[in-house]
T-cell receptor, first 112, second 115 residues
Framework: GDSVTQMEGPVTLSEEAFLTINCTYTATGYPSLFWYVQYPGEGLQLLLKATKADDKGSNKGFEATYRKETTSFHLEKGSVQVSDSAVYFCALCRGSARQLTFGSGTQLTVLP | KAGVTQTPRYLIKTRGQQVTLSCSPI?????VSWYQQTPGQGLQFLFE???????NKGNFPGRFSGRQFSNSRSEMNVSTLELGDSALYLC??????????????FGPGTRLTVT
């Protein structure tokens, strides 16, 4: 079955540091890939997405590239802020199934 | 445009009781999916409704059920509650156009505590 593997957390960075959160997936066909972010006490917010190989999703300084050859969708940001502290989830969805498969989430804490 | 709304936001129930949670999707979104989030199991898909029909179902016991109304609002029901049902229940809606589905947008969730 489908699965998503994220790097273990928690991750603690200083403000303005570079962020990478690794995500790899297992799925048949060509899934769509997503990063969602969850702030304390809230639901999930869509951060970015990519629907086909070599697509780059980007939003609010975050980027991720759909790499079919390595089945990866790593999240990066060049300079993190304290306000980026949250839990980040990588997810996939195959075709029109409208069923997301999530990774376990990575807790990010950014210190001033 | 208003986002996905869920009611109630918090709920405390006793083992053996049943509970109904409600979700109103973004206007124009006809697909509603439900997820359970727990510290131990993470985010797990429960089921998805489109045009008042359940289209997909996750690996949960029959105590978990749902329905969708003609205005796309959805409810999920959990009967005979167990302690392990304590979780954040998230609803998500998405736009469906022809054979194409779009990304899912989540509500704030309902925090269910079973005592």
């Amino acid at each position: 079955g489908d699965s998503v593997t994220q790097m273990e957390g928690p991750v603690t960075l200083s403000e303005e540091a570079f962020l990478t959160i690794n995500c790899t997936y297992t799925a048949t066909g060509y899934p769509s890939l997503f990063w969602y972010v969850q702030y304390p006490g809230e639901g999930l917010q869509l951060l970015l997405k990519a629907t086909k190989a070599d697509d780059k999703g980007s939003n609010k300084g975050f980027e991720a590239t759909y790499r079919k050859e390595t089945t990866s969708f790593h999240l990066e940001k060049g300079s993190v802020q304290v306000s980026d502290s949250a839990v980040y989830f990588c997810a996939l969805c195959r075709g029109s199934a409208r069923q997301l498969t999530f990774g376990s989430g990575t807790q990010l804490t950014v210190l001033p | 445009k208003a986002g996905v709304t869920q009611t109630p936001r918090y709920l405390i129930k006793t083992r053996g009781q049943q509970v109904t949670l409600s979700c109103s999707p973004i206007s124009g979104h006809r697909s509603v999916s439900w997820y359970q989030q727990t510290p131990g199991q993470g985010l797990q898909f429960l089921f998805e409704y489109f045009s008042e029909t359940q289209r997909n179902k996750g690996n949960f016991p029959g105590r978990f059920s749902g329905r969708q109304f003609s205005n796309s609002r959805s409810e999920m029901n959990v009967s005979t509650l167990e302690l392990g049902d304590s979780a954040l229940y998230l609803c998500a809606s998405s736009l469906v156009s022809g054979t194409r589905s779009y990304e899912q947008y989540f509500g704030p969730g309902t925090r269910l505590t079973v005592t």
